[in-house]
C-alpha cells in the first residue's frame, strides 16, 4: 500500500516537472532550514529530483530565493512595541523570556482586495507585545470557497501580504526564522533574529540573540535608541562643507523613496536640487509652502520644511487634502537636540518623535518607512492610511505663515537648496 502512494506521488512530482527533462545545467536555489525537518525533507526530495532529471549540477546552496522579492513598501503602521513570530512566541518561555503576562487575542485581516478573511490568533500584552506563529494563521469558514479557487502564486501572495501586515504591527519584530528576519529586511522593518543563523549576519535592521532572553533585551534596545531619536554631532554638523553633504545625503535617501514616474512636489527645496535625483520619468515641481498647490502630485517631499514653521499643524492639514506618499525629515526633540540646540539652527517646533506620528496618525497618514538621517533627523515616510484605519480629523487650525526664501538664514538655505 505504501509503496504504491510512494509510486504514485513520484510519478505526479515527475510529470510536473516535465519541461525541465533534459535540462543538463541547473541548480536549486534554496537552503534547508536549520533544525526544520520539513523544509530539510523537502531539500532532500528537490536533490533527488534533479538527479532523476539526469541535471549535470546538482543543489547549489545560496541565499534563499524569498530574497528575489525585492524591496517592499511596509504595509502598515506599528501598533505594538514588539511583534514576535515563532515557536517561543505561543509556549511557556514566552512570560520567562518577557515578565509579561499574555492573554488570547485575535486579530481580523479583511480588508484585502482578494477578499480573503484570515485570523490570527496570539498573545497579547497590551501595547507591549504580540506574540504567535504561522500555523496560527487560518482563512475563515466563510472565505474558504474564495480561497480554494486562487491559484497557487495567488495563494502564496496572499500569506505573504498577511504576513507583511502582521510584521508591519511591531515596532520591533522577534523571531526565529530566517524567512522573517528576510521580509523585515525587505519591508524595512526593525527585529531580531534568535539562533544561530550564519546566513543572515546583523545588520541596520536585524541584531542576532542567541537566545528568547537576549533577543527581547535587543528589542527594548532598539526600542530606546527609537525613543531616543539619532545621535548628535554637533561637530560634523557645523564643520566645513557639512550643510551641503548633509542635504546631498538626504536628498538620495528622499529620492530612493519615489516611484518610477512619480509626480513630485517639493516643498521648500530652495533651488530645486533634488529635480535631478527623480527616477527618470517623473515629473517634478517645488513650491514654497505658502500656497503651495498639490494638484497633480502624488508624492509630497518636506525636506527641512517641518521645522522652521511655526505651526507645525498646519502643514499636516494641508497635507490631509492631498492624501497622498509624504517624504519629510524632522528633528525630534531629545535630550540631545533640546530646545537651546534647535534655536541656534532655526528650528521653530520642538516635537518628539511620538508627537509627530500622532499628528501625521490624525491628518490621515501611517508611517511606511523610517530611516536616520544624520546628524540629528529622522527621514520618514507617510502613505494615506486606509478609511479603517484612519484617525477622525481634527479640527483645522489657523494657518500661519512660514518664513519665505528671503527670510531664511544663510544656514538654512544652503542646507536646504
Request: glycine share 8%; proline share 8%; net charge neutral.
Amino acid at each position: 500500500m505504501a509503496d504504491g502512494e510512494i509510486e504514485r506521488a513520484q510519478a505526479a512530482i515527475l510529470a510536473a516537472a516535465a519541461p525541465l527533462i533534459g535540462v543538463r545545467d541547473g541548480a536549486l536555489i534554496d537552503l534547508p532550514g536549520e533544525a526544520d525537518p520539513d523544509d530539510c525533507a523537502t531539500w532532500l526530495g528537490e536533490t533527488a529530483l534533479m538527479q532523476r532529471l539526469g541535471a549535470r549540477r546538482v543543489p547549489q546552496a545560496a541565499p534563499d530565493a524569498a530574497w528575489m522579492i525585492g524591496p517592499v513598501t511596509r504595509p502598515g503602521p506599528a501598533s505594538v512595541d514588539v511583534v514576535w513570530i515563532g515557536a517561543d512566541a505561543t509556549g511557556a518561555g514566552l512570560a520567562e523570556a518577557t515578565g509579561l503576562q499574555t492573554v488570547g487575542a485575535n486579530i481580523e485581516f479583511s480588508d484585502f482586495a482578494d477578499g480573503v478573511d484570515v485570523s490570527v490568533a496570539a498573545q497579547s500584552a497590551g501595547e507591549r507585545l504580540l506574540a504567535t506563529d504561522w500555523p496560527r494563521l487560518s482563512v475563515r469558514p466563510a472565505s474558504a470557497e474564495t480561497y480554494r479557487g486562487l491559484p497557487a502564486t495567488a495563494r502564496a501572495r496572499l500569506w505573504v501580504q498577511r504576513a507583511l501586515r502582521l510584521l508591519s504591527l511591531g515596532r520591533v519584530v522577534i523571531t526565529d526564522r530566517p524567512r522573517v528576519h528576510i521580509l523585515c529586511t525587505l519591508a524595512g522593518i526593525p527585529h531580531v533574529l534568535i539562533g544561530l543563523h550564519t546566513d543572515a549576519p546583523a545588520s541596520e535592521l536585524g541584531l542576532l540573540a542567541a537566545t528568547p532572553q537576549g533577543a527581547w533585551s535587543a528589542a527594548q534596545s532598539r526600542l530606546a535608541q527609537q525613543e531616543a531619536g539619532p545621535p548628535i554631532d554637533l561637530a560634523a554638523r557645523f564643520s566645513a562643507g557639512a550643510p551641503q553633504e548633509i542635504w546631498r545625503h538626504r536628498r538620495e535617501r528622499a529620492a530612493r523613496r519615489l516611484s518610477p514616474g512619480a509626480r513630485v512636489l517639493d516643498l521648500g527645496q530652495g533651488e530645486g536640487a533634488m529635480e535631478a535625483l527623480v527616477p527618470e520619468a517623473a515629473a517634478y515641481r517645488r513650491a514654497d509652502f505658502d500656497g503651495a498647490q498639490a494638484d497633480g502630485a502624488d508624492h509630497i517631499c518636506a525636506l527641512g520644511v517641518l521645522e522652521r514653521l511655526d505651526d507645525p499643524a498646519a502643514l499636516w492639514t494641508w497635507l490631509a487634502t492631498a492624501r497622498v506618499r509624504v517624504i519629510l525629515t524632522y528633528p525630534v526633540l531629545t535630550p540631545a537636540c533640546a530646545p537651546d540646540h534647535r534655536r541656534r539652527l532655526g528650528w521653530r517646533s520642538d516635537l518628539t518623535r511620538a508627537e509627530l506620528l500622532t499628528m501625521a496618525k490624525e491628518a490621515g497618514f501611517m508611517l511606511t518607512a523610517e530611516e536616520a538621517a544624520p546628524p540629528d533627523s529622522l527621514l520618514l515616510v507617510f502613505d494615506p492610511a486606509p478609511a479603517s484605519q484612519a484617525a477622525p480629523a481634527a479640527p483645522p487650525p489657523a494657518r500661519r505663515r512660514s518664513r519665505t526664501r528671503s527670510d531664511r538664514s544663510p544656514r538654512a538655505r544652503s542646507g536646504r537648496g
